[in-house]
């Protein structure tokens, strides 16, 4: 348990549904060394599936209530709320350091932790060209210098990857070199332990059914459209291998909010019989320890996680090439397949390849476990935060304690 004196971290994030970043920001408050620090957690919406695995001993701070959601509110009302509560938080629970995962909490910890003159630490997870860009945002222009001014003045600030700083720092005017990258981890332990669990949708055993797995949120830029041409190239040059698989089944784990004109794609290319919806999962390693292949048909991305778990459970990937830290992690090849964007063929030609070349995919899978153990170990990044932890305290003194 935490000492008095420890020093107490307030995690930020929108909620712990079912998502990379909240999965880390899970295991960072149920990992944290309480002998060191304290954690307790600030959500906007007290939801998710990962509620339950929060320790007893991490205080939950959440904004939305029955009553705040069914008053209405002027723009720009709810923001001010946000932070004039994050601004009592601070002060009444003696917060030592903010931790803030993805834009959108940013906007809210800056300020507040401004007022409060208290450090905060924040990670950048995705290219915000792309991720910020990309979004339906209002009054984006002054959000954009917002943001600027959160990354510059942040005790840390971090990424995920040497792609997601680059981006960052061009797109928001900042030195490269002011920009921590530290990749995700992965926790080896809870994933194949996971995947091992006794599941009766999960486990496949059928070995004349070639499973490909695709795992993600179903919005525009997971590229599941893009995915779906692509099985449908895939099983016609299935059937004209000689060597091809009988059958094939695409399992796509995941909501959101393209899910219906996902279904009506898969409908309109005939290809429904062998693609099947399955919505959020709370287990997906059953499914991924079982599949011949994951599929990342991404537009962009910052560093998926998804990729980690595969390759911790073997199993092979093909991915689009959305991310140059996904490309680094894939080895330029050697640990996974990269496919240009947008290259229905050539996804198809690679996917279908995880069936026929199996020497040469079980040597990848094995490159891709060893690096994965060397270079995304869970305690080595926990050890990396908690020095960041200690350095954004001491930057100011800061040191708090519990009460």
């Known amino acids: 348990m935490a000492g008095r004196d420890s020093p107490v971290i307030l995690c930020c994030t929108g909620s712990l549904d079912g998502g990379g970043s909240e999965r880390q920001m899970t295991q960072l408050v149920t990992r944290v060394d309480r002998r060191a620090f304290h954690p307790e957690l600030f959500l906007l919406y007290r939801r998710g599936v990962f509620l339950e695995q929060i320790p007893e001993d991490v205080s939950i701070h959440a904004f939305w209530n029955a009553q705040r959601e069914s008053r209405r ?11 004039r509560e994050l601004v009592d938080i601070l ?9 803030d995962r993805t834009y959108h909490m940013s906007l809210i910890t800056y300020p507040a932790a401004s ?17 910020f860009a990309g979004g339906r945002e209002r009054f984006k222009w002054i959000k954009k210098k917002l943001l600027r001014s959160a ?7 971090i990424a995920v990857s040497d792609n997601v700083a680059r981006d960052a720092a061009t797109f928001y005017r900042l030195p490269v070199e ?4 530290i990749p995700s981890p992965v926790d080896f332990q809870l994933v194949n332990s996971a995947a091992a669990e006794s599941d009766s949708i999960g486990k496949h055993q059928d070995p004349g059914v070639f499973r490909i797995l695709v795992v993600g949120r179903l919005s525009a830029e997971k590229g599941h459209l893009f995915m779906l041409e692509v099985v449908r190239e895939l099983r016609r040059l299935a059937n004209e291998a000689s060597d091809g698989p009988a059958k094939i089944q695409v399992d796509i784990l995941g909501d959101g909010p393209l899910r219906s004109e996902c279904e009506l794609t898969a409908q309109r290319l005939g290809i429904s019989d062998c693609v099947s919806f399955h919505g959020f999962v709370v287990n997906p390693y059953t499914w991924m320890s079982s599949a011949h292949c994951l599929c990342i048909p991404s537009i962009y991305e910052g560093l998926p996680n998804v990729a980690l778990e595969a390759m911790c459970l073997k199993t092979p990937v093909v991915a689009t ?6 490309r680094q992690l894939l080895g330029d090849q050697s640990r996974g397949v990269i496919v240009p964007i947008g290259d229905v063929k050539a996804f198809a030609q690679q996917v279908l390849k995880c069936y026929t070349h199996g020497e040469q995919c079980r ?3 094995k490159d891709a476990f060893d690096y994965i153990m060397a270079h995304h170990n869970l305690d080595a990044w926990l050890e990396t935060m908690q020095q960041c932890f200690r350095e954004a305290i001491g930057k100011t003194g800061h040191g708090g304690s519990r009460i």
């Open 73 to 83: 509110w002027l723009p720009g009302e709810i923001h001010r709320h946000q932070v």
């Open 91 to 99: 002060s009444r629970r003696r917060i030592s350091l903010l931790y």
């Open 115 to 131: 007022r409060s003159k208290v450090p905060r630490i924040s990670t950048i997870v995705s290219p915000p060209s792309r991720d």
């Open 151 to 157: 990354y510059a003045t942040a005790a840390v600030t």
């Open 178 to 181: 002011t920009i921590r990258v």
């Open 321 to 326: 090439e959305c991310s140059s830290g996904l």
């Open 363 to 365: 040597k990848r899978t």
